[in-house]
């Protein structure tokens, strides 16, 4: 098994953009006709209150399967320099498109590599019984590296959830950077906002606090396979209850170090989150021999130990009963035939045995007699 280390190091090593011998694609998006596309499909992702639009297309000149996300042109600086910041951390871009019989002039598509894991979500939901805790951490260690190299260049996220976080090749890539742009001044459509990985408190500056409580949620999806509040109508009400400090509960069998960060990840309070850095370091200095069981388990694990400890102090009294009542048995079955003083059953058994003897004595006197 590897060590949290060696996942750390494997995943930074990938995903650090200043090595010198990165092959940095990415510096330059070039525009694409959008012409040299077909089989143009819009993937359905069940999630209309979200206003995600994703399309599956057929690049001809590759002959491959690519994505193609809509973003509106006011983003399109941001996009090439996260891209250019970043590209290890992502989804790799081949450049973006416009479709001229668009209603919008402003709108655009970026031009993606298709994902061979597919989303998180759903690669969650069909992969997690198999999945180790190994795999848990890596996939944590490549969200973290990607979100860090994003924070490095004081730009923010400000849109990470499942749906846009996507598995490539056994990696975790970061997807979707439509609302990425550098700090200060962010502001977060309505439409844009996806319960519950977007901070409750509308209050807030949106900064790289806003992208780590994010994190904390994707990191509870990670160790747990569901949803966050999947029964819940993702409206004003979850909205009120994130932000009074309603949370999912702790997953057994989770490592307590990893619950332990998550749940300052996704704190109300932007103090008491950690920086992207910080999380990444602590994933992988962190002890996953200590789990954390739920407290019917606990309970059921408790009740199973008195009993076990009632079940061995009667059993030791039994044996304890039981080897006192042999040696009673036996003391009262020994006959001392030396001679000595006995009592009870031994005593009235030597008796006999010396009436008895005497009785044979006389019968042998007597049959000698009647013999002269």
Known sequence: MESNKEILTSSSNQTNPKS???????????FIDYSR??????????????????FKAIWKDTNSNVLLKKFHSQYLENIKLFYKSCHQSILPIFGYTKNPNSE???????????PNGGNLRNYMSENYQKLSWNDKMRFAVDLTSGLQ???SYDIVHLNLHPFNVFIHNNRLLIGDIGLSKPTPDITIPENKKILPYVEPDSSLPRDKKSDIFSLGFILYELSSGKPPFASARHNLDL?????SGEREKPIAGTPIEYIDLYEQCWDNDPIVRPSAEDVLSRLGRMNLSTIYEDTEIKTFKTNIEKKNVNFNNKRNEIEVISETSTHNRLDSVVLDFGGGVDSGFGSVTRETTN???KEREKMSTFTMLTKM
Do not use: Q
């Not at 919008?104 to 298709?114: A, H, N, S």
């Open 20 to 30: 010198p011998n990165s092959n940095n694609s990415n510096d330059n998006l070039k």
């Open 37 to 54: 596309f077909e089989k143009i499909n819009e993937l359905r992702l069940n999630l209309n209150e979200l206003g995600i639009e994703l």
């Open 104 to 114: 919008d002039v402003e709108d655009y598509f970026l031009i993606i590599e298709y």
């Open 149 to 151: 190299c994003i924070h």
């Open 239 to 243: 909205s009120k209850k994130l932000l």
């Open 355 to 357: 009436s008895k003897r």
